[in-house]
Antibody, heavy 129, light 108 residues
Framework: QVQLQESGPGLVKPSQTLSLTCTVSGGSISSGSYYWSWIRQPAGKGLEWIGR???????NYNPSLKSRVTISVDTSKNQFSLKLSSVTAADTAVYYCARDIVVVVAATPRSGNNWFDPWGQGTLVTVSS | DIQMTQSPSSLSASVGDRVTITCRAS??????LNWYQQKPGKAPKLLIYAASSLQSGVPSRFSGSGSGTDFTLTISSLQPEDFATYYC??????????FGPGTKVDIK
């Protein structure tokens, strides 16, 4: 079964760029019509979707973070990555990667569903000097 | 953008109780609503997708219903391992994902 594992620095300085990688095991990142997402959760708070990527390189981002986010994929390594620039203390959170099942029911206007399964265990990133 | 609310924000219940959690969308999202369970220090786990479809491996005491703007997650007989926080999630356009604020279920 597919498993995901986040990796990257646990401490990032303010104004710098947060970089995380998610390694997919137990299956190819390119198999099936799956997207791959990043989601974060500040301590004691709810979940915030950051964005997703398809193995073709197509991306969708949360509008509130779009100006600072880049998600990329490396199919040869079975990995996808997150870069979040100009971080502040507000970006301190546990960051999760997840397989993103997207079902488009109608194209115009676009509608459908998506759900996340499975998830990585999460990695805490603290933004502090 | 579609906003999600959940009620209650927290509840206390006993083992064996029937528990119902409500999720409401600010506009109709058809049946495109999913539910997750999160235990402390763990990643969320998918319970229900498309409003009422039980994810493989999830106990049958969990069920989901609803369509349009109002949805419910029901636990028919609460078990000790069910004490957790539950989140609903939608992505009606499939281009932008939002989660509800969560409902914490703890022991009475």
């Amino acid at each position: 079964q597919v498993q995901l594992q986040e990796s990257g620095p646990g401490l990032v300085k303010p104004s710098q760029t947060l970089s995380l990688t998610c390694t997919v095991s137990g299956g190819s990142i390119s198999s099936g019509s799956y997207y791959w997402s990043w989601i974060r959760q500040p301590a004691g708070k709810g979940l915030e979707w950051i964005g997703r990527i398809y193995t073709s390189g197509s991306t969708n981002y949360n509008p509130s973070l779009k100006s600072r986010v880049t998600i990329s994929v490396d199919t040869s390594k079975n990995q996808f990555s997150l870069k979040l620039s100009s971080v502040t203390a507000a970006d301190t959170a546990v960051y999760y990667c997840a397989r993103d099942i997207v079902v488009v029911v109608a194209a115009t206007p676009r509608s459908g569903n998506n759900w996340f399964d499975p998830w990585g265990q999460g990695t805490l990133v603290t933004v502090s000097s | 953008d579609i906003q999600m609310t959940q009620s209650p924000s927290s509840l206390s219940a006993s083992v064996g109780d029937r528990v119902t959690i409500t999720c409401r969308a600010s506009q109709s999202i058809s049946s495109y609503l999913n539910w997750y369970q999160q235990k402390p220090g763990k990643a969320p786990k998918l319970l229900i997708y498309a409003a009422s479809s039980l994810q493989s491996g999830v106990p049958s005491r969990f069920s989901g219903s609803g369509s349009g703007t109002d949805f419910t997650l029901t636990i028919s007989s609460l078990q000790p391992e069910d004490f957790a926080t539950y989140y609903c999630q939608q992505s009606y356009s499939t281009l932008w994902v939002t989660f509800g604020p969560g409902t914490k279920v703890d022991i009475k």
